[in-house]
């Protein structure tokens, strides 16, 4: 976002001149299991327990993460999460 303070007496002009798209990869974020949930929700968002597994089981009905409960931090490499998205 830009901001940008004009005083009432000055008016400026601006146009864009070009335009640069560049397309990025990012890898996949580390899974956490359920304590590195809650103690990241805690100490990075200062979300309650409660309410971090209310959220989270929130994500899971609505298909974004996978269910929030497990204590497992490893996938098989063919695991594919659109196609378990679509079996929701």
Do not use: W
Not at 60 to 70: A, E, K
């Amino acid at each position: 976002m830009l901001s940008l303070y004009v005083p009432a007496d000055k008016v400026f002009l601006l146009r864009v001149t070009a335009v640069t798209k560049k397309e990025k990869a990012k890898q996949r974020p580390l899974a956490l299991n359920t304590v590195e949930m809650l103690r990241c929700a805690s100490s990075g968002l200062g979300m309650s327990p409660q309410y971090t597994m209310q959220v989270a089981e929130r994500l899971y009905t609505q298909g974004y993460i996978s269910y929030p409960r497990t204590e497992t931090t490893s996938y098989p490499d063919n695991f594919d999460l659109r196609s378990a998205n679509l079996v929701l």
